[in-house]
T-cell receptor
Framework: AQKVTQAQTEISVVEKEDVTLDCVYE???????LFWYKQPPSGELVFLIR??????QNEISGRYSWNFQKSTSSFNFTITASQVVDSAVYFC????????????FGKGTRLHILP | DTEVTQTPKHLVMGMTNKKSLKCEQH?????MYWYKQKAKKPPELMFV???????INESVPSRFSPECPNSSLLNLHLHALQPEDSALYLC?????????????FGPGTRLTVL
């Protein structure tokens, strides 16, 4: 069965600090896809990144970076030099290539960036 | 352009009302989704349409009735809702319904049932 665990329910950091959001997943498939979405207070889920199971390269996009490690079934997300606008709920999600075409979301991590 | 639009943004309705939520995308996507999200919870899948046909119904009560008039439009018809149906309703679309495809979400409709 597929499962996504975001153990950090809520995190608060002071602006300009770096922060890492943890995501651990479970799947029996060898081909799967991992996602991060951001949900600001307005409510819209904003797609941030998709990573497939064959691509373990880490990715950096501006202040955002992602660390995918199959050995530990983790797909962590780091925000460098955090800003108040980064305050949001962040969801990690998983879908399987041979599954029932659903995305399984973690419970989300609520991130507060304090000015 | 990865825009999915939803109307209305906010909706307040009584338990005897009939209303509809609308969703539109012009990305040429062939799969569209309805999700329900309660406060401080992740989105829960309700329905999936693939090539304008209903492919997944997550045992949603019949007071929610989805409709896909064409590949760009998705409606959710609401009738005789209960106060516990108050939530954020999110629409999403993707190129296909397989897990490889990224789902892009609209801004949602905040529904309050009195």
């Amino acid at each position: 069965a597929q499962k996504v665990t975001q153990a950090q329910t809520e995190i608060s950091v002071v602006e300009k600090e770096d922060v890492t959001l943890d995501c651990v997943y479970e799947t029996r498939d060898t081909t799967y896809y991992l996602f991060w979405y951001k949900q600001p207070p307005s409510g819209e889920l904003v797609f941030l990144i998709r990573r497939n199971s064959f691509d373990e390269q880490n990715e950096i996009s501006g202040r955002y970076s992602w660390n995918f490690q199959k050995s530990t079934s983790s797909f962590n997300f780091t925000i460098t030099a955090s800003q108040v606008v980064d305050s949001a709920v962040y969801f990690c999600a998983l879908s399987e290539a041979t599954g029932d075409d659903k995305i399984i979301f973690g419970k989300g991590t609520r991130l507060h960036i304090l000015p | 352009d990865t825009e999915v639009t939803q109307t209305p943004k906010h909706l307040v309705m009584g338990m005897t009302n009939k209303k509809s939520l609308k969703c539109e995308q012009h990305m040429g996507h062939r799969a569209m989704y309805w999700y329900k999200q309660k406060a401080k919870k992740p989105p829960e899948l309700m329905f999936v349409y693939s090539y304008e046909k209903l492919s997944i119904n997550e045992s949603v009560p019949s007071r929610f009735s989805p409709e896909c008039p064409n590949s760009s439009l998705l409606n959710l018809h609401l009738h005789a809702l209960q106060p516990e149906d108050s939530a954020l309703y999110l629409c999403a679309s993707s190129q296909g319904k397989q897990g490889a495809h990224t789902q892009y979400f609209g801004p949602g409709t905040r529904l309050t049932v009195l």
